[in-house]
């Protein structure tokens, strides 16, 4: 005991000292430690606010929300795509910041065409018509007794990359790629209600119908209708948000985000397409030639580099650290079977590795180990390949066919520049003036 | 399984042949455990994936939930058919009678249309165009392409010069415009309107000038000729339609996509040699909303004014409402503590009590407001 006496007597006046810097930071010791050396972590050797005071009472926030520190991981938008008062504009997906193969539903990419309609759950019909055997009406509460299934499947526009046919334009993923989210959808088989209802054989076409104030509309093959479309009204567990729209979507996995009409209201069946105004003026990719592609349906296989990123690039890594090179890679055309990786700008080529699951019209996570040499440049390039046979060209391949106003589809391989300093740029492989057909 | 048994028919000889032409990129074999293999090609040029054994896929599925009669819904009524199937097709279906002249057409755009796309349809502020001129004319810019010269000009996509239907015009200005008001336009507006869409691309419909004078009816409507009605592929008109889409697809050359066999792929010298890095110029686009940022801080406080009682209810409540310490407006209850001054019972209430009172009652409210909530406290209002 006298010893310890003594000890302490010792020590108090730097303890002293101590307990006043540190009741100035509004934090206290840990009981036991006694004197805090230079390369002590302070979050480790002090007590932390948290830790000291009653937490939140599960009275709070009965819909959770994220921590307050996470205010920075959001939608953005850009008055580039700032169409209609933002009433037929875009908010991207922070894909720079997205965990595994689902978006939280707060950050799915959020377009519309007449802003985001707010439906009243309980005025919502669902008009199923045209060349069936029969006619059907549905409230939401009979459409959702219909058995259902659940799907994970990405939701692209299709002009996702499309700003960028002529040159880079954006130093950044979250706008680069974001034109894209991923989510378990519960609904529907459209089969499954047609089954019921009969279709008439020279129903070839089906029409989509939005309630919103665009009354969006697209014309869906019946090949389509007949094999995965859905209706859908659950997103990751919950109801779908209205920017998805809420209460009841169409999901056609795979193909362009603007088939996928939302705020749905009226199937119709018939033996010759609409030419709605989404699928003729727009989501047509002028050729060369001058013929447009309409009908353009299924998203390519495509992938990208997600970390690093311009957002997060790798400029505190030191030198001979290992690090993860992660990626996403998508088709609507079927299941991702392989990515390869090229640390020179798509020259040449090894096989990363995928991960997780692996499921048909998904996103599907890739992996590459790299160490990092401090002051090496890189030019980071994946190429991902799907099981119906495709793999991404090259950017000169791709404009070589599609020249550089179609504005739609652009799935080329996406290059990202590691500068010397870390630093991640967006940029291009591509022969000035494009190449001769090939 | 499905009461179309020609179409699947028709369906399943292309299945067959596009099955041929995809076989040699199965073999790739990357079918996950448990999973079911693709089989077939779909319209879209993708593969589909038959239910086999119980899956899609990867999924399980209840087959018994197939081919059931479910009887769910009910028969719409003919009147709720008319109101809601309104949409407007090519060859007239859904186009009520009605007329409307260009100069009625041109009074309504400048009183509905104008504030947004601009005089004479010009456009701007983030509106589409209308028209850039002759349509006819406009129609041959569609061959520019600025991948040889970026200066070049590129071409023109307005609804003279690109669109391939005229009805997509009237349908859409029926039901989508004026943009912030729209389904307010009548039958004959929507006429006068489409007339100076018409008017304004300088137009002809059966050798006529659409002119100043010009009056539109269904009967001219029918013979309008879009100058880029063939501008589209595939073919996605008549019986034989979705054979020649399939068709399109099954070529992957049409549409820019690219098919290898995976062992056959370019793992070295795979760019072209006169690829160079190329950057963005002049910074690019950067404005974005909100600014991009990565950091990890507490989002700027905001400015809301204090709810004393429901910050009570969130805070307080589960002890001063329980009998555990004295209620809102409790005189009597709050007296041995007010004897010691106001300043006391703030002081206890800032830095909480041996007695259980944890500090601020658990909350994270400044000072300042948990002393209005104190107040609240003893006052009862």
């Not at chain 1, 549905?138 to 692209?156: A, C, G, M, N």
């Not at chain 2, 307080?316 to 209620?327: I, K, L, R, S």
């Not at chain 2, 002081?347 to 994270?364: A, F, H, L, R, V």
Request: proline share 6%.
């Amino acid at each position: 005991m006298d010893n310890n006496k003594s000890q302490k007597d010792l020590e108090i006046s730097d303890r002293r000292d101590f307990f006043k810097k540190t009741a100035a930071l509004g934090v206290s010791a840990l009981a036991g430690t006694s004197l805090m050396a230079s390369e002590d972590d302070k979050a480790i050797m002090h007590h932390v606010p948290w830790g000291q005071t009653w937490g939140d009472p599960v009275t709070k926030n009965l819909y959770g929300m994220p921590s307050k520190y996470e205010h920075n991981v959001t939608r953005r938008y850009t008055k580039l795509l700032a169409s209609g008062n933002y009433r037929a504009s875009i908010a991207v997906t922070p894909i720079h910041e997205s965990e595994g193969i689902i978006t939280p539903n707060g950050l799915f990419f959020s377009r519309s065409h007449g802003g985001v309609a707010h439906i009243d759950p309980n005025q919502f019909r669902l008009m199923i018509h045209g060349l069936l055997e029969e006619e059907i009406v549905l409230t939401l509460d009979q459409l959702k007794r219909y058995p259902s299934v659940t799907r994970t499947h990405f939701i692209e526009c299709p002009a996702n990359g499309g700003q960028e046919w002529r040159g880079p334009q954006f130093n950044s993923l979250q706008f680069a790629k974001g034109f894209m989210a991923s989510a378990s959808w519960t609904g529907v088989y459209i089969k499954t209600i047609l089954e019921d209802l009969g279709i008439k054989p020279e129903a070839q076409w089906m029409l989509a119908e939005g309630s919103d104030n665009s009354e969006m509309g697209r014309t869906v093959p019946i090949d389509k209708v007949l094999d995965d479309a859905m209706i859908v009204w659950g997103q990751n567990g919950e109801a779908l948000r209205p920017e998805q729209g809420y209460p009841v979507r169409l999901l056609l996995p795979g193909w362009e985000g603007n088939l996928c009409v939302k705020w749905l209201k009226r199937l119709e069946f018939a033996a010759e397409p609409w030419y709605c105004k989404e699928e003729t003026s727009k989501y047509t990719a002028l050729k060369p030639t001058g013929k447009a592609i309409q009908h353009f349906y299924a998203n390519e296989v495509n992938s990208t580099v997600v970390s690093p990123s311009p957002e997060k690039p790798w400029t505190d890594l030191e030198d001979g650290d290992v690090i993860e090179i992660e990626g996403l890679a998508w088709s609507g055309m079927g299941t991702i079977t392989g990515v390869d990786i090229s640390l020179d700008g798509g020259m040449n080529y090894v096989e990363a590795s995928l991960k997780g699951l692996v499921l048909p019209k998904s996103w599907t996570r890739w992996s590459y180990m790299h160490t990092f040499k401090k002051g090496e440049k890189l030019i980071l390039a994946s190429r991902a390949m799907d099981d119906a046979g495709y793999i991404q060209p090259t950017i000169d391949e791709e404009v070589a066919i599609m020249g550089v106003e179609s504005v739609y589809h652009r799935n080329a391989v996406e290059t990202w520049e590691v500068t010397a300093e870390g630093k991640v740029n967006h940029v291009q492989l591509r022969t000035p003036g494009g190449v001769k057909n090939v | 399984m499905f009461k179309l048994n020609s179409k699947l028919i028709v369906s399943a000889s292309v299945i067959t042949a596009a099955a041929l032409f995809t076989a040699g990129c199965m073999d790739m074999g990357a079918k996950p455990a448990g999973a079911n293999a693709a089989t077939a090609a779909d319209i879209a040029g993708g593969v589909i994936y038959p239910i086999e054994d119980g899956m899609t896929g990867p999924y399980y599925v209840n087959e018994k939930a197939m081919n059931m009669k479910l009887n769910h819904g009910r028969v719409p009524t003919a009147n709720e058919l008319d109101a809601w199937n309104r949409d407007v097709m090519p060859d007239g279906t859904g186009l009520p009678e009605g007329e409307g002249s260009v100069e009625e057409g041109e009074e309504l755009y400048e009183a509905k249309c104008v504030s947004c796309h601009g005089d004479f349809g010009s456009g701007g502020g983030g509106y589409p165009s209308l028209s850039k001129g002759n349509a006819v004319e406009l129609q041959q810019t569609l061959t520019n392409n600025r991948w040889r010269d970026p200066e070049a000009d590129g071409p023109t996509r307005v609804f003279g010069s690109y669109w391939p239907k005229a009805s997509t015009m009237w349908w859409y200005i029926r039901d989508g415009m004026p943009h912030p008001k729209s389904k307010t336009l009548t039958t004959n507006e929507t006429y006068a309107l489409t007339a100076y869409m018409l008017n304004i691309n300088e137009f002809e419909i059966d050798g006529e000038e659409v002119d100043d004078e010009y009056v539109l009816n269904r009967e001219k409507f029918l013979k309008i000729k879009m100058p880029n009605e063939k501008g589209f592929e595939p073919n996605i008109d008549g019986p034989n339609a979705l054979n020649d889409v399939r068709a399109y697809y099954a070529n992957s050359a049409n549409f820019g996509a690219k098919k290898v066999n995976p062992s056959e792929r370019c793992m070295t010298d795979c760019q072209e040699k006169t690829a160079v890095v190329t950057r963005i110029e002049n910074g690019g686009i950067s404005e974005f909303n909100p600014p991009m940022s990565v950091v990890r801080d507490l989002p700027e406080a905001k400015k809301e004014a204090l709810d004393a009682k429901s910050a009570y209810a969130n805070n307080c409540a589960m002890c001063h409402d329980t009998g555990v310490a004295p209620p809102p407006g409790d005189k009597d209850g709050w007296s041995s503590y007010l004897s010691k001054g106001m300043d006391a019972v703030y002081k206890n209430g800032i830095d909480g009590t041996e007695s259980g009172m944890p500090p601020k009652g658990g909350s994270s409210l400044s000072d300042a407001d948990f002393k209005k909530v104190v107040d609240y406290l003893i006052n009862g209002k």
